[in-house]
């Protein structure tokens, strides 16, 4: 079968040495007539530069060597896991074993050390002193910058979903009316497609800001600032136009007379914004608490029992036209 499939391949099978070897035609030609014999070399040039040497490929790495190194990183990497584990045990085992409380004067306090203001809406309200270090407090204010942007988007869309008409295949018809959520219900109808893509958008805005968050909770001492939060995203400038315009109501109603320059006003400016996202942030989050407390309690869409809020003339002609 071989020599078939040699044959219509244009080569041939010789023995050779117990081996079967496979020879082309041009191979088992006749041998070619001795090459005539060459001609005196002439005389080398008197300066030759001598030929590049050419680099040798490095030699392939064995399989076996390269599934020990596999196996070798995999072990690092374990390692190295165990070692931060152990670490934050460490630090948990000296920080919050200390701050157990019985009474309401034995509450530690804010370190004021740590919560001295520097830092944009700091309260210094840190009763249990979870935050100890500055370094702490930066790993907490990322942490709440990014709950509080969720909450206020939350915040709104709680309501509106409520609020705006739904057919008879609405996911809130399992829900008397009210928004999905853990205590209410009705999550687990959400098309799964909307959570793949949901937890594929926040696994992307972390993996593109994570190593701004390590080096920016490392930055004590150095010269660039870390502002917790700030991601570089504000497609419409809509920050500049907001202090731009603040700047301009301020000069003209209640800033006259004021010697500060436009930059130093303008930083000034950005950073009362970045407060008030901050506080509205807060808010919102006790705000989204408290509609699912309040939703699973009575049992009614939290537009029905703040009909002040949303029981606006507005909704009834929304409702009507659609």
């Known amino acids: ?5 040699s044959a219509y391949n244009g080569v041939r099978v010789v023995p050779h040495s117990s081996r079967v070897v496979m020879m082309s035609d041009a191979a088992v030609a006749e041998p070619a007539a001795a090459p005539a014999p060459a001609a005196a070399p002439a005389a080398a040039p008197a300066a030759k530069s001598s030929p590049k040497p050419v680099p040798e490929e490095p030699a392939p790495t064995p399989l076996d060597a390269a599934l020990k190194e596999i196996i070798a990183s995999k072990k690092r990497l374990i390692d190295a896991h165990n070692e931060d584990a152990q670490a934050s045990f460490n630090y948990l085992s000296a920080v919050v074993w200390n701050k157990e409380t019985r009474k309401l004067e034995d509450l530690p306090g804010a370190n004021t050390e ?4 520097e830092m944009i809406a700091d309260a210094g309200w840190d009763p249990l002193r979870l935050a100890d270090t500055k370094t702490h407090l930066q790993v907490y204010r990322e942490a709440e910058v990014k709950h509080g942007r969720l909450a206020m988007l939350a915040a709104a869309g709680w309501p509106i979903s409520e609020l705006v008409p739904h057919g008879s295949d609405s996911l809130l018809q399992s829900t008397a009316g009210r928004a999905p959520s853990v205590l209410n219900g009705g999550l687990g109808e959400v098309n799964p497609i909307f959570w ?4 594929l958008g926040f696994s992307a805005l972390e993996n593109g800001t994570l190593d701004y968050q390590f080096s920016g909770w490392q930055s004590e001492g150095k010269p660039w600032k870390y502002v917790a939060g700030d991601y570089g995203f504000d497609p419409l400038n809509l920050q500049d136009k907001i202090a731009d315009q603040w700047i301009e109501t301020a000069k003209a109603d209640f800033s006259k007379g004021d010697e500060r320059d436009v930059l130093t006003m303008k930083a000034d400016v950005k950073g009362n914004i970045a407060k008030a996202e901050m506080w509205h942030g807060r808010v919102a989050m006790l705000a989204i608490t408290g509609f ?10 939290v537009v029905e029992q703040s009909p002040l809020f949303f029981g606006t003339p507005f909704w009834h002609l929304l409702q009507e036209v659609f």
Not at 114 to 117: I, S
Not at 196 to 199: F, N, R
């Open 292 to 301: 699912a407390v309040q939703e699973a309690a009575w049992g009614t869409p």
């Open 196 to 199: 793949l893509v949901l937890l």
């Open 1 to 5: 079968m071989l020599t078939f499939v």
């Open 114 to 117: 740590v919560c001295n203001g």
